[in-house]
């Protein structure tokens, strides 16, 4: 969504990506994933969320340090 002097995420868009995220982590914890496979599947879903103020929301689905 478009705002001024911003770019959000939709909802949906949200949801969405917050539901790969623990799937993908779901399939590496599970062993069904490699670390190799993880990361082919992370990267493109991260991608989508760089253009959209949503650092917090890859910081707390990934768990990442500043």
Do not use: C
């Not at 779901?26 to 082919?40: I, P």
């Amino acid at each position: 969504m478009l705002y001024p002097n911003r770019t959000r995420l939709a909802q949906r868009s949200r949801k969405r990506f917050i539901q790969k995220s623990k799937e993908y982590e779901r399939l590496l914890q599970a062993g069904e994933w490699s670390q190799k496979d993880y990361q082919r599947h992370v990267e493109p879903l991260t991608a989508f969320t760089l253009y959209a103020d949503a650092k917090a929301l890859r910081k707390r689905q990934f768990h990442l340090a500043e």
